[in-house]
Structures are given as structure tokens and as C-alpha cells.
């Protein structure tokens, strides 16, 4: 059964333990300065924005039929069965199609790094596929955000909804959003006033972009063969310079 994050920002108070927990997992550096940063960013795959006296909390959205995977040539991104959407670092050639791709804006790059790789939150892929929660929700003691099975969360949101109407707005974030997400929002407010695409479309990204691909599939086949090459290659250097010892 697939498994999903729910995250109820009217039940979060911007202690920012999340953000440490996923920091501590990942070993990235967390301090105050970086705390202060509301936006995520190669060292920092999670973050809380501050609307007012509002919170809301940005990470991957782990896509049910994630564009990010679509578009890469080289299979680095891919989406597990459990839900989590995971990133194979030795496959990835930087060609960072999937930032483009991305209609949450999410997955970043390490710019400054000698070998730089794509980052983003992977949903603890360590931890949840065996029943085991993500570090964020292990770390918030609000119950603000929680891990479960996917069709468990959705109907725990619709009855928090059913049950305090004056306090949620009528709505989850992440059922149906590009075709659906693993992570679900609730919150107290429309969902664009903290932060959130409410502009995106209803269907799976990678749908549109195969219906409009099947009409020319010599660049397609094309296209894959030369980026294929470029990866090959740019590994293949790398093999012969660690045999050599020049990295």
C-alpha cells in the first residue's frame, strides 16, 4: 500500500523541528542562520514560511505520476511503489530537466560543489516502505505532520474536515493536484495564502507530455540515444580518473 505525508498546518507552530530532523538525516549543516532561510535549497530539503500568524511547510510532493521521473533520460529519479519519489545520485548526468520539470519547484542543485548532485527530500525512503515514519514526523510533537498509508491519511484529513468545519478550509491539498501527491495539506486558509500552486493542473504531467511525444518519436528515440551517450561518456571519464588517481 502506498504510503503518503499528511501535513496539517493548522496544527503546526513553526517550532522548525522538522527542518532539524530532516537536516540531522541528510548530515547538513543546521543553525540559526539557516533556519531564518524560508526556502528549500541544497542544504535544506524542508522548510517552514511564515504567513502572519500561519504556517506552511514546503518539501517534495513525491507525485503519484511525478514529471521530475518523465523527463529524465538516465532513470536517476523514480517513483517507488511505497510512494516516496527517490533519487539515484550514480545514474544523474546534471542535466536538471527534473528542476525544470517540476511544478512545485523543488528539486535543487548543488552549484558550488566539485560533483554536483541534485537534491531533495526522498521521504525517508530508509524507513518508511518498512512501516516506519519520516524523521520529520518523528520529530513534531504537535502532530502536525504524520506518515501513514496514503488512502488512510486522506480519509483522516476528510474527517478533521467533517469534524471541525470552522477550522479547515473544505479541502486537501495533494488528491488531486497533477494527478495526485504523497504528500496531503490541510489547512485553515485557501491554500495560496501560505505559499501553495494553486494553478496547477488536475492531470499527471507525464500524461500530457507522452501525448504530445507519440507524434514524433524519431526525436524522442533520438533525443534518449544522444543524452545516453553524454552520460556514458561523462562517467566514463570519471572511471578512468579514479583508476588513475587524478580524483
Not at 78 to 102: I, L, W
Not at 128 to 148: H, K, N
Not at 183 to 191: N, T
Not at 204 to 222: I, K, R
Request: glycine residues 6%.
Amino acid at each position: 500500500m502506498s504510503k503518503a505525508i499528511l501535513y496539517d498546518s493548522t496544527l503546526c507552530v513553526g517550532c522548525r523541528q522538522c527542518e532539524e530532523a530532516c537536516s540531522t538525516r541528510w548530515k547538513l549543516p543546521y543553525n540559526e542562520k539557516i533556519a531564518a532561510e524560508e526556502k528549500i535549497s541544497s542544504h535544506k530539503l524542508t522548510t517552514i514560511r511564515t504567513f502572519g500568524e500561519k504556517f506552511s511547510r514546503k518539501l517534495c510532493m513525491h507525485c503519484q505520476d511525478p514529471a521530475c521521473a518523465s523527463v529524465c533520460p538516465v532513470a536517476a529519479l523514480q517513483k517507488t511503489a511505497a510512494g516516496p519519489v527517490v533519487y539515484d545520485e550514480d545514474r544523474c548526468m546534471g542535466c536538471r530537466y527534473c528542476m525544470v520539470a517540476c511544478p512545485f519547484q523543488v528539486p535543487t542543485y548543488e552549484w558550488e560543489a566539485r560533483l554536483p548532485k541534485v537534491r531533495k527530500c526522498d521521504m525517508c525512503s530508509d524507513r518508511v516502505p518498512g512501516g516506519g515514519v519520516t524523521r520529520c514526523s518523528e520529530a513534531c510533537a504537535y502532530g502536525a505532520t504524520i506518515t501513514g498509508n496514503r488512502d488512510e491519511l486522506i480519509a483522516e484529513a476528510r474527517k478533521r474536515i467533517a469534524d471541525k468545519p470552522k477550522d479547515y478550509y473544505p479541502k486537501i491539498y495533494g488528491v488531486e493536484e497533477v494527478g495526485g501527491t504523497s504528500v496531503l495539506i490541510l489547512a485553515s486558509v485557501p491554500f495560496d495564502q501560505i505559499g501553495y500552486n494553486t494553478k496547477v493542473i488536475k492531470t499527471a504531467l507525464p500524461a500530457l507530455t507522452w501525448n504530445a511525444l507519440q507524434h514524433v518519436p524519431d526525436v524522442v528515440v533520438m533525443g534518449s540515444v544522444l543524452m545516453g551517450g553524454i552520460h556514458w561518456i561523462s562517467h566514463r571519464k570519471e572511471e578512468v580518473a579514479r583508476k588513475e588517481g587524478r580524483s
